[in-house]
């Protein structure tokens, strides 16, 4: 049986609004009666005689029970003072709101999520406090869930390594272009579109996933996906649905128009693997995030995710950051600290820029092109000398930051606190239930606020027209009215 802490969804009677949650896997073959509900008392579920005649059998069902009325219990009895004075006095940073109308409490929201509260391991929290005195998280629903879980998967199992080594290759797509008047122009790209596709969709999956999130979370500094959601609303990866429709487009097509939508299938994914890596490596050496928040801030994003992926893209490999040089004695084990001096972080850099480099000159062999398929001979000098350069001043000036990594800790006191994506801030309380929030509710999603008037009457002409012109194409070829283009009439 899966089983959550009970949850409030926010309407407009209660009026209120904060996040958390607080998750628990029990066996599939348990009872639902352990779900308990708001309007539910607390000792309505009760241990029947099979589960006290079989307490081995049933021991996660009883586990599950006493779960949930622990929690439900704390829900109606804990004081909104109590928690919030007992976690600042640990040290804990607590943002506590108070029976805040829908609309104040989504401009606080708003507030939440567009800074950095502290570094991303500093605990905090978001509680709420409703008219009976019951206290609860704060969290974002509306499909962050899933995301949080993809965005979990996709960090750990991201390689920095493989995407540094097929750079070179999709730089040598790129120059197999044949512009108009060459006398390649008739030539086929130095790889095939469906080698790329396959490449992009399967191999490189992870290191193409969920830039923009990586860019919001790395580089803007945004405490949690569900920070995200609530401050873009985006749930789709975009870039690499519109990566994989180019290439796919490509594999289909002929002649000048597969060699252009090659050229711009290579172009973005190049901008991918760059913006992913640089925003790794931007969060490695502790670079204050972008905060701001004006119409430039996603282009500064990006902008600088493409600089740190192409200056020192070494230092967002996930090996340059693990563990101590060396050893401490005689230290108390919560304390001991290290500060590293970088030099297990360089032996890493310079095996990862080795490796691309053997791969980038084997490929470079006539024998192994022609057994791939392959054809590099194209602008084959300026490439060389282009990526050789790279490789070089890249892992020199990843080694030379070497120096900025984060200490690290062998061993971390157990948190008051638990990590959830799904909390504006990252943190909930793990022993009280949600406060369930829609981004949805959020003040940012009208793509035209200036047209706050009369936006019902233009969206009705838009789509009226655009439904018209459809509709009248249809009338003409019934009529034999033959047209190659919507705009001919």
């Known amino acids: 049986m899966f089983y959550s802490s009970p949850q409030r969804v926010l309407d407009d009677e209660e009026k209120t609004g904060e996040y958390g949650s607080r998750q628990r896997t029990y066996s599939t073959d348990s009872y639902d009666d352990t779900t308990l509900r708001d309007d539910d008392p607390v000792d309505r579920i009760e241990m029947n005689a099979n589960i006290d005649q079989h307490p081995h059998k049933y021991s996660s069902e009883k586990n599950a029970i006493n779960d949930a009325q622990s929690v439900k219990y704390t829900a109606y009895t804990m004081k909104t003072h109590n928690i919030v004075d007992e976690l600042r006095n640990v040290g804990v940073t607590v943002l506590s709101l108070e029976s805040l109308s829908t609309k104040g409490l989504i401009h606080y929201m708003d507030a939440v999520t567009n800074i950095r509260l502290g570094e991303s391991n500093d605990e905090k929290c978001m509680l709420y406090t409703d008219r009976m005195g019951r206290v609860y998280n704060v969290v974002i629903s509306g499909g962050a869930e899933g995301l949080a879980k993809n965005w979990s998967i996709v960090q750990s199992s991201y390689s920095g390594w493989i995407a540094i080594a097929f750079i070179p290759f999709l730089a040598r797509v790129i120059v197999s272009y044949p512009f108009t008047g060459s006398p390649d122009a008739t030539s086929p790209m130095a790889m095939n579109p469906n080698m790329l596709l396959f490449v992009f969709g399967f191999i490189l999956s992870n290191e193409t996933s969920q830039s923009l999130l990586a860019m919001s979370i790395f580089v803007r500094g945004s405490n949690s996906v569900a920070s995200h959601v609530w401050r873009s609303g985006t749930l789709t990866d975009y870039p690499r649905l519109g990566l994989l429709m180019i290439l796919t487009l490509a594999s289909f097509a002929v002649g000048r128009v597969q060699q252009a939508l090659t050229l711009a299938g290579s172009l973005l994914g190049s901008l991918i ?132 990594l984060k200490s690290s800790r062998l061993k971390k006191i157990q948190p008051f606190l638990k990590r959830d994506e799904l909390s504006p801030v990252g943190w909930i309380v793990p022993s009280i239930p949600n406060l369930v929030i829609d981004p949805k509710l959020s003040g940012n999603k009208m793509i035209m606020p200036c047209l706050s008037v009369g936006s019902d009457i233009l969206c009705a002409i838009v789509v009226g027209g655009l439904a018209f012109l459809i509709i009248s194409i249809g009338v003409r070829d019934f009529q034999d009215v033959k047209t190659t283009a919507f705009w001919e009439f």
């Not at 502790?286 to 230092?315: C, D, K, R, W």
């Not at 005689?330 to 820029?353: C, L, M, T, W």
């Open 273 to 404: 693997i760059v913006c992913n890596l640089g925003s790794r490596a931007w969060k490695k050496i502790e670079v204050n995030p972008i905060e701001s928040s004006n119409m430039f801030t996603h282009l500064n994003q990006i902008l600088a995710s493409i600089f740190a992926g192409l200056a020192f893209p070494f230092m967002g490999l996930r090996a340059v950051d693990r563990g101590p040089d060396e050893t401490a004695d005689n230290d108390r084990e919560e304390n001991i600290v290290f500060r590293p001096s970088g030099k297990r972080g360089r032996q890493n850099i310079a095996v990862a820029s080795a490796g691309a480099a053997l791969i980038f000159l084997f490929s470079d062999v006539k024998q192994v092109q022609e057994a791939l398929g392959f054809d590099f001979s194209r602008n084959k000098g300026i490439v060389n000398i282009v990526i050789g350069s790279w490789l070089f001043i890249s892992s020199l000036i990843s080694m030379l930051l070497c120096y900025r």
